[in-house]
Nanobody, 124 residues
Framework: QVQLVESGGGLVQAGGSLRLSCAAS????????MGWFRQGPGKEREFVAA????????YYADSVKGRFTISRDNVKNTVYLQTSSLKPEDTAVYYCAADTSAVGPRSALEYDYWGQGTQVTVSS
């Protein structure tokens, strides 16, 4: 198993940025592809970004492409989500997730492990 703990959320003005982190413990971090998802008020959980085990492949939702960057450090057992040009509609609880596949699925149903989430609030 792997345990995931997110951090880095907070309150930020529109146009600002935040760096979210997700620290993993347990089995070998590099055995997992990683994803970031978010769930806004009254909304379903949605895909944000995913990264393959090695970090060579990255995928983004259209809504965040060009504004968010996913990365990982397999030595520090951490995956990051650098956000920029934040908008009020980015307000959500952000979750990281781990999957045993190599690439990193877009569907939340395919992920095996989840963190507790970190709140991001963007004020206008």
């Amino acid at each position: 198993q792997v345990q995931l703990v997110e951090s880095g959320g907070g309150l930020v003005q529109a146009g600002g940025s935040l760096r979210l982190s997700c620290a993993a413990s347990g089995r070998t971090f590099s055995s997992y592809s990683m994803g970031w998802f978010r769930q806004g008020p009254g909304k379903e959980r949605e895909f944000v970004a995913a990264i393959s085990r090695s970090g060579s492949l990255r995928y983004y939702a259209d809504s965040v492409k060009g504004r968010f960057t996913i990365s990982r450090d397999n030595v520090k057992n951490t995956v990051y989500l650098q956000t920029s040009s934040l908008k009020p509609e980015d307000t959500a609880v952000y979750y990281c997730a781990a999957d045993t596949s190599a690439v990193g699925p877009r569907s939340a149903l395919e992920y095996d492990y989840w963190g507790q989430g970190t709140q991001v609030t963007v004020s206008s």
